[in-house]
């Protein structure tokens, strides 16, 4: 009995975890905080406006990319 009591908690304390870490990948996506802020810096040097994308699986990064076309040269007056 006392090792299924354990299990149940165990368990129970997974669930909180990844719920939690559920919540806190909804917050950050939300916040627009889905890149680093090497990456942040690199794409407002390039005045980049477009679209990134990134498949993951499992938590892993498969494959990632951005819509050609989408660099902007600086205006020169």
Not at 32 to 46: C, G
């Amino acid at each position: 009995m006392r090792s299924k009591n354990i299990l149940v908690m165990v368990s129970n304390s997974q669930s909180e975890n990844e719920e939690s870490s559920f919540v806190e990948f909804r917050r950050k996506v939300r916040a627009a905080e889905m890149l680093s802020s090497a990456m942040e810096r690199l794409l407002r040097e390039l005045h980049f406006t477009g679209r990134l994308s990134v498949v993951v699986q499992n938590g892993r990064v498969l494959k990632s990319g951005y819509e050609e076309g989408y660099f902007r040269q600086p205006t020169a007056y």
